[in-house]
């Protein structure tokens, strides 16, 4: 075999053979040029790459302890966190029947979480977001979606608007719900008071976590985004990219194993990712980088999953700062 053959400068495989023809070439993807992709990807185009940084979680997991009235265990971790994004190089195909095919691109990921203090696993998770086309029938403007698999025994499909903003000074993020409330109702408002002692940091409680991080604060306890909006502090945002992904009931959903179903069924989740463009501090850098960018890239998210145990639906809050690295 010659050098050239070996670099693939033979002739191409005949039909029948596992080549391209002009009758299959329509059934599998064609790798698109990078520029192409990227472009296509729309809102995701910023997130291919490697991010690190910082977090925040909350959860009331169920305790199976008869001496515990309340039946949950508070737990309360700082984490440290990386995201990698991988692009799809190609456009994904959905074939239509009630209207013209459409085309979805988007990027593959993998989330890992560590407990700050201890450096103990918390969460991995491999997943998809993918950017959906504005579509006439279902009639639907463009928007995203958010594939995720969950090691517990559940998978989540999510998805909905994108909201670019040139911000105005500090941007402004709701606040978070942590206080639990009877399944099927609607939320309780800001600031109500939360029932459950776990959930005061000035009782003793020994069904939370113990010790407790000296960083995590009543504030945080009653609103997460207090994590966002702290790492936000002294920045000056220059845009944001808001990628929306929730379940709902006229399309995707959770779903879990018969045990979680039985013992802290998961039914809804809803999370904002914000890509933001950060400028540049004018002291960071020196003569032998005048070349880095002017802006700085940063991810922060807020998520909310509902775990339904007792009558009750227990908000499970995550939060996290990460900016890209790579």
Known sequence: MTTSQQFGASAPPAAGNGGATQNNVSSFRTVAPHAATGEAMGPLKDLPGFWQGTGFNLIARPDYDPANEDGFFLELNMLQESIEFTPIGSPVMNRGSVQDDIALFGVTYLHRVTDARSGGALHIEPGVWLSIPATTDPPADASVARLATIPHGSA??????????????????????????????????????????????????????????????QAMVDDP????????????????????????????????????????????????????????????GSAADDDSPDEL??????????????????????????TKAF
């Open 156 to 217: 989540v499909c999510a998805f909905g608007p994108v909201e670019e903003v040139v911000p105005d000074g500090p941007p402004e993020i709701p606040p978070s719900n942590t206080v639990p409330f009877p399944v099927g109702a609607e939320p309780p408002p800001p600031g109500t008071k939360n029932p459950y002692k776990a959930y005061d940091l000035s009782a003793d409680c020994k069904y939370r976590t113990h010790p407790l991080p000296e960083s995590i604060t």
């Open 225 to 284: 985004i207090n994590v966002l909006r702290d790492a936000l502090r002294g920045q000056t945002l220059t845009h944001i990219t808001r990628l929306f992904a929730m379940t709902a009931s006229d399309g995707g959903g959770v779903a879990n194993i018969p045990f979680i179903e039985r013992n802290a069924d998961t039914p809804a989740l809803e999370s904002v990712w914000a890509i933001e463009r950060v400028q540049r501090p004018a002291d960071v």
């Open 297 to 322: 890239l940063q991810l922060q998210y807020a998520q909310t999953a509902l775990l339904n145990f007792r009558g009750m639906s227990f908000p499970h809050v995550s939060v996290g700062t990460l």
